[in-house]
Structures are given as C-alpha cells and as structure tokens.
C-alpha cells in the first residue's frame, strides 16, 4: 500500500465519520440494538416496570399461559430484534417497526396507556428511519 493510498482511505474514512447522516445511522443502529435487548432482558426480571400490566386482556386471553409467561416470549423477541439490528441493520429496522406495530395496536386497546402508544409510534419512525439509513451506510461497507 503506498502513501496516497494510505492517505487517502484516511480521509474518506475521515469523511463518512463526519457525515450527519453516517452519523445519525450509527446513533439509531446502536439504540436499536441495546434498547430491544436490556428490554427484553428485564421482560425476565421486572425490574424496570410490571411488564404483564402492558399486556392487553384480549390478547392475554389468547396467548397460553399466564401474562408473565408471555412477557418472557416478548423478551425473547425483543432480545432477537436487538441482536438482528446488530447484524443486519436493513432488515433488522423494519423488524423492530413492525413489532413496534404490534405493541402499538396492544396498548391502544387499553385505557390508559395511549401515551405509551404515541411514544412507541415515534420509536417506530426512528425504526423505519434506520432501515432507510441503513440501505445507504450499512450496504456501503
């Protein structure tokens, strides 16, 4: 490798790192990966919150099991998003959006927790904005 070459992988590295975009999709990428999983792992623990409370009763009704037992399920989903956003960006955004689709249309069925469902709408446009970004950056590398 001679200098120029050196010199000049320096500074298109140097380049993508200051882009806002690169930027925001690192940001999003890593949010998305370590939120899904610390959630996920605390579905096992409850320590954040009661998570069986945010279980809609209709959909407890369908599930086998109790509330805390499809809690773990959620978990174990949740911690594979987080682990796909790592891997596969691309994939992985629109895999967190559409289950955070689906705890959408959960809390909007119980009273009281639209705030939660107006939250997690926004987390949802910041899903979809990392599968976008990351058709860009991730499929450059």
Wanted: avoid cysteine; glycine fraction near 10%; aromatic fraction near 10%.
């Amino acid at each position: 490798m001679t200098s120029e070459t050196t010199t000049t992988s320096a500074a298109s590295r140097r380049a993508v790192l200051t882009d806002p975009g690169y930027q925001a999709f690192v940001i999003l990428r890593t949010g998305f990966t370590v939120a899904p999983i610390l959630f996920g792992l605390d579905k096992f623990a409850n320590l954040l919150v009661d998570w069986p409370t945010y279980l809609a009763p209709w959909i407890d009704g369908i599930v086998p099991g109790s509330a805390q037992a499809a809690m773990y399920a959620v978990g174990v989903i949740e911690i594979v998003a987080g682990v796909t956003v790592a891997l596969a960006p691309r994939f992985g955004g629109w895999l967190v959006a559409g289950w955070l689709a689906g705890i959408i249309v959960n809390l909007l069925t119980i009273p009281g927790h639209y705030d939660v469902a107006l939250r997690d709408f926004g987390l949802l446009l910041g899903a979809v904005a990392l599968a976008r970004l990351a058709q860009r950056y991730h499929a450059d590398r």
